[in-house]
């Protein structure tokens, strides 16, 4: 259920379904997954975004890391022991 945070939403869904049966997608107002269990959610899923965000962190640092500067190529960088 895309967009659904509000813990008497989440009741009112789980009580239309049944316990057990619900699934949420991860967002930030979620409730805790602890909570989410007591209100008889089922499963959370974070689908690829918490990969995504790694990945376009990791990038942004290797290209300030690989940036040409003075005196230094690209292809001097080598990989710490």
């Known amino acids: 259920m895309p967009g659904c945070s509000d813990p008497r939403d989440i009741r009112k869904l789980v009580a239309a379904f ?18 989410l269990e007591t209100l008889g ?5 974070y689908g690829p ?3 995504r965000w790694t990945l376009d962190a990791l990038t942004s640092k290797a290209v300030t890391l690989l940036a040409p500067t003075p005196g230094r190529r690209a292809s001097d960088v080598r990989p710490r022991p």
């Open 49 to 51: 975004y918490p990969q």
């Open 18 to 35: 049944g316990p057990g049966r619900l699934s949420l997608l991860g967002v930030p107002a979620l409730p805790t997954p602890s909570e």
């Open 41 to 45: 959610v089922a499963r959370v899923s």
